[in-house]
């Protein structure tokens, strides 16, 4: 398995949030949507961190933020970045220190004049027990 790509994880699209999304409002899709977690990404693309529910109310509950905060108060703006391209044996090592991984697609575009520029789009987040998944299933063929 070390050697398959990311993209065989078949991931699902990721719950994105806007930085201007308060606390309680991440909070409550976070809970609605059934998720721990969500990547912050600004209009224009960059990828700014992760909220987490336990990280958001953990600094609510210590009084480092307020519900009506805005997310990128409470937002893990250290994490890894992994490509679609890239193994799963890589995925691991990052694994190791961090508790997800945030897989990114990068896209050539092109803007009015003609000039280029690599954009990266948030394909998924991918987390150990993902990855534990992954291999025990196809162990198993």
Known sequence: ??????????????????????CQKAIEILQEKGYDQAPVVAESGLILGMVTLSNTLTSVLAGNAQFSDPVTKVIYDQFSKIGLEDSLGKLSSILENDHFAIVVHEQMQFNGNGSSFMKQMVFGVVTAIDLLTFVSRNDKK
């Not at 070390?2 to 719950?15: G, Y």
């Open 1 to 22: 398995w070390w050697n398959i790509k990311v993209q065989k994880l078949n991931l699902s699209a990721p719950l994105i949030l806007l930085p201007e999304v308060s």
